[in-house]
């Protein structure tokens, strides 16, 4: 009976990830090349990177971490962000959900080639991490007065 | 000086509805049961205390809050995981619980929900009689 059981469930999950290879193939993957240090979606913490004439922004989603723990580190262009979270777990409680990252981790940004490393600054606010890395003077656009 | 008060005024209007048209995040949550009462924890990053709402509607706990980001003018995407700023995610209740005597706390973008069980509803210790 339980054998039975088993594989009609084995069946269904084949069931899925053949509809989800036909999902890829049928739309495919974004028409662009994706960096070769892109991760999944999905991976943590989430990350958006602005852009202005001056300066980068990289921001980092990541709620209630000691900002003391973090590593922020830049080398050339290649912006890294080191980090733990450890959550604390209630002992003898019933968890119906447990969605919240727990443990390290590790993102790299390739950032645009003319930033400049020595000027960064991070700021830890309300979960947000943002780090904001000046570019180099000499490539910012410059207004030219006519004489 | 009215009119321009005027225009401005419709284009924050404006802003407002596309901002609520904007699919929201489904913040990811912890939730927990001990002998006390149940505790919900979401990661809300950006959120700040005046952003949030919590709020219970008959058995219907909603939590919403919206991100704020400081970001320079002029301001061209490179890269978006995060493609909206508002934070939505609703959970019904049962009855045991007390709605009344809800406590949440909000740091560093981590929002906790304490919601206690009605006194009467608090798991007794039943002792066997032997004899």
């Known amino acids: 009976m339980f054998g039975t059981l088993n594989t009609s469930g084995a069946g269904l999950l084949d069931e899925f990830r053949r509809m989800e290879r036909e999902m890829n193939q049928l739309l495919g993957g974004p028409p662009w090349p994706n960096s070769i240090r892109a991760m999944a979606r999905g991976t943590y913490p989430p990350i958006n990177v602005g852009s202005t004439p001056e300066q980068v922004d990289v921001y980092l989603f990541a709620a209630g971490l000691n900002p003391e723990t973090l590593d922020i580190s830049i080398q050339q262009n290649l912006l890294t962000v080191a980090g733990d979270r450890k959550l604390q777990v209630e002992e003898g409680a019933d968890y119906y959900r447990k969605e919240r990252y727990d443990g390290g981790f590790r993102r790299v940004v390739t950032l645009p080639e003319d930033v400049d490393p020595d000027q960064v600054e991070a700021a830890y606010r309300d979960g947000v991490l943002h780090v904001t890395i000046k570019r180099r003077e000499s490539t910012r656009p410059r207004q030219i007065t006519v004489k | 000086m009215t009119e321009t008060r005027d225009v401005s005024k419709q284009d924050a209007e404006a802003a407002q509805d596309i901002k609520q048209q904007e699919q929201a995040i489904l913040p990811a949550v912890d939730i927990f049961e001990n002998e006390s009462g149940i505790t919900v924890q979401a990661d809300m990053p950006g959120v700040s205390r005046d952003r949030l709402d919590v709020h219970i509607d008959s058995d219907t706990l909603s939590i919403e ?13 490179l890269y978006a995981d995060i493609r909206s700023t508002r934070y939505q995610r609703s959970f019904s209740l049962s009855r045991e619980l007390d709605t009344e005597r809800i406590e949440a706390g909000l740091k560093d973008g981590v929002l906790t929900l304490r919601i206690p069980k009605r006194e009467e509803h608090r798991p007794r ?3 066997v009689q032997t004899g």
Do not use: L
């Open chain 2, 125 to 127: 210790r039943i002792e």
């Open chain 2, 65 to 77: 809050g919206r991100a704020v980001i400081p970001m320079p003018g002029g301001m061209d995407a």
